[in-house]
C-alpha cells in the first residue's frame, strides 16, 4: 500500500464518503478537490492594515 499512487482506493466496496478530499497524482490533479489543499490553489495570502477602536 506504501508505493501505491492512485487517487481514490475503495477496499472492499466500502461506501464513498463525500466529505473526504479526493484527488490525483502527478500530473492527474490539481490539489485536492473538497479540501484545504485545493483551496491553496486558488487562495492568495495577503495582508491587512488598519486601526482598531480600542
Known amino acids: 500500500a506504501g508505493r501505491l499512487r492512485a487517487g ?3 477496499l472492499n466496496s466500502a461506501a464513498w464518503d463525500s466529505a473526504a478530499p479526493f484527488g490525483g497524482y502527478k500530473q492527474s490533479g490539481n490539489g485536492r478537490e ?3 489543499f ?3 490553489e486558488f487562495t492568495e495570502i495577503k495582508g491587512i492594515a488598519g486601526f482598531s477602536n480600542e
Open 8 to 10: 481514490s482506493v475503495r
Open 38 to 40: 485545493g483551496l491553496h
Open 34 to 36: 473538497y479540501g484545504k
